[in-house]
């Protein structure tokens, strides 16, 4: 049996917490969540708490209900608190700026870059800081990673954009090798 999926999901106050069948709609303060989850696995509410249920102890059912207790569990977790993700720019003359839902990266290429947030995700920069917020956790992080796509960290001088929580490891130039 699945350890992450035999465990319960706690639901704060102020969250409400709507199964239909395979769909799933999570209302909090900060928003509203939808998702369709497996037909093989099964939501039940107890009081304070989610459970997963398999219909069967298949391989395949099992990992898909630890997927599932994930899934719902981020989606609780999201319209309550909600997810922040840090990116950093380094290089000299890398700059950043945010109007509105639109992203100005200044990174090194002869135009700036426009990168459009998608719906759900809000961005402030300050300085060479980015800071993605958003209810999503899916959503936010491949925003993050399509951002840090734009430039990625190099391993020389370390110059590019990448995660606040991320280490690049560097290497020696052609000057060390002799």
């Not at 569990?73 to 922040?84: D, Q, T």
């Not at 020696?172 to 090798?177: D, F, N, Q, S």
Request: glycine share 10%.
């Amino acid at each position: 049996m699945s350890r992450i999926g035999n465990k319960p999901i706690p639901v704060p106050s102020g969250v409400k917490v709507n199964i239909k069948g395979s769909h799933v709609k999570v209302t909090g303060p900060q928003g509203t969540l939808e998702r369709d989850i497996r037909p093989e696995v099964g939501l039940t509410q107890k009081d304070d708490n989610l459970f997963v249920k398999v219909k069967d102890n298949s391989k395949r059912t099992v990992a898909f209900s630890g997927l599932t207790r994930s899934l719902v569990n981020n989606m609780v977790v999201g319209v309550h608190e909600g997810f922040k993700k840090a990116l950093i720019v380094e290089g000299v003359g890398y700059k950043v700026d945010v109007s509105k839902d639109v992203l100005t990266l200044n990174v090194g290429y002869s135009n700036p870059v426009k990168f459009s947030l998608p719906q759900g995700v809000r961005a402030s920069v300050d300085k060479t800081n980015i800071v993605l917020e958003s209810i999503n956790k899916e959503l936010l992080g491949l925003t993050a990673a399509r951002i840090r796509a734009i430039r990625k960290p190099e391993p020389y001088k370390g110059k590019g954009i990448r995660y606040a929580d991320e280490h690049i490891v560097r290497k020696v130039g052609k000057a060390a090798g002799k």
